[in-house]
Nanobody
Framework: EVQLQASGGGLVQAGGSLRLSCASS????????IAWFRQAPGKEREGVSC????????YYTNSVKGRFTISSDNAKNTVYLQMNSLKPEDTAVYYC??????????????????WGQGTQVTVSS
């Protein structure tokens, strides 16, 4: 079973950067797809990015393309989300989640079985 721990959130000014980490205890990431979701107050949970643990394929939602980079260090069982050029609209609680890796597409929260606790990202204008 995968147990996830998200960290790295904080308060940053617009244009700044943060790096989120999602560490797994238990199973390795090799057979899993790992995704980052975010949820702003009053909004639905949104899939931001995901990565295949088996082949490193990545996906980004349009609003973060060119600004966010997802990567994995399978030796450390950790997935990172490097967030650059942050905007106030990126403010949300960010969650990492895992599911069996059967191919990538836009992350759907209903497809993900394992969730970490959220980490707050606040971008001030």
């Amino acid at each position: 079973e995968v147990q996830l721990q998200a960290s790295g959130g904080g308060l940053v000014q617009a244009g700044g950067s943060l790096r989120l980490s999602c560490a797994s205890s238990g199973s390795t990431f090799d057979d899993y797809a790992i995704a980052w979701f975010r949820q702003a107050p009053g909004k639905e949970r949104e899939g931001v990015s995901c990565i295949s643990g088996s082949d490193g394929t990545t996906y980004y939602t349009n609003s973060v393309k060119g600004r966010f980079t997802i990567s994995s260090d399978n030796a450390k069982n950790t997935v990172y989300l490097q967030m650059n050029s942050l905007k106030p609209e990126d403010t949300a609680v960010y969650y990492c989640a895992a599911r069996t890796d059967y191919g990538l597409g836009p992350p759907d929260p209903y497809e993900y079985n394992y969730w970490g606790q959220g980490t707050q990202v606040t971008v001030s204008s």
